[in-house]
């Protein structure tokens, strides 16, 4: 199963663009990666998640370069409410098996 | 209305006490699994199962047990619960279908005393 690195916490403020970071060196070849946002006392919620190159929904994008071993989450023009923790898994083809690291807790400022 | 139902919210047990959080979904998944979240450690999964009757260990199965016996039911029993396992805990399902993202209940906050 790839283990997956993020940053601890970051801040930014109302109106930015947010980029959170996720690496994962040993992803195999069917693993999908996918994030999840949880808010404080919630179960998680589902974000996004790609294979490869370029994901974009109503949310969230997700860039994932040609090799694979990382992803960025972009949260564009952050509000308040986009305060929470971000999860990004790799997940098996088969999904089997879904691991959560500690996440990104992201800090939206006035 | 989809949706994956814990109960209770929230439990305070004292050391010993035998227990069970219910985790029951109506959206006919095959993937089921439980978590417990602790500050500064995210969500570390507990046991998962991928069907009735297969259940297999998460990274932190110790002191707890899991059975599957129905499809739609997965509940998680603390047989010896101790000050430790006092957390927050979450049930989760989903599809055994590549790119299904998982559900979550609302969470079961648990103190043992």
């Known amino acids: 199963l790839a283990k997956t690195t993020q940053p601890i916490s970051m801040d930014s403020y109302e109106g930015q663009e947010v980029n959170i970071t996720c690496s994962h060196n040993n992803i195999a070849t069917n693993d999908y990666i996918t994030w999840y946002q949880q808010f404080p006392s919630q179960g998680p919620r589902f974000i996004i998640q790609?294979?490869?190159t370029k994901v974009t929904n109503e949310v969230a994008s997700l860039f994932i370069p040609a090799d694979r071993k990382s992803s960025t989450l972009s949260l564009p023009r952050v509000s308040l409410s986009d305060t929470a923790v971000y999860y990004c898994?790799?997940?098996?083809?088969?999904?089997?098996?879904?691991?959560f690291g500690a996440g990104t807790r992201l800090t939206v400022k006035p | 209305e989809a949706q994956v139902t814990q109960n209770p919210r929230y439990l305070i047990t004292v050391t010993g006490k035998k227990l069970t959080v219910t985790c029951s979904q109506n959206m006919n998944h095959e993937y089921m699994s439980w978590y417990r979240q602790d500050p500064g450690l995210g969500l570390r999964q507990i046991y998962y199962s991928m069907n009735v009757e297969v259940t297999d260990k998460g990274d932190v199965p110790e002191g707890y047990k899991v059975s599957r016996k129905e499809k739609r039911n997965f509940p998680l029993i603390l047989e010896s619960p101790s000050p430790n396992q006092t957390s927050l805990y979450f049930c989760?399902?989903?599809?055994?279908?590549?790119?299904?993202?998982?559900?979550f209940g609302n969470g079961t906050r648990l103190t043992v005393t």
């Open positions: 898994l790799v997940v098996p083809y088969n999904n089997n098996d879904m691991r």
């Open positions: 790609g294979y490869k």
């Open positions: 989760a399902s989903s599809p055994q279908r590549s790119g299904s993202p998982l559900h």
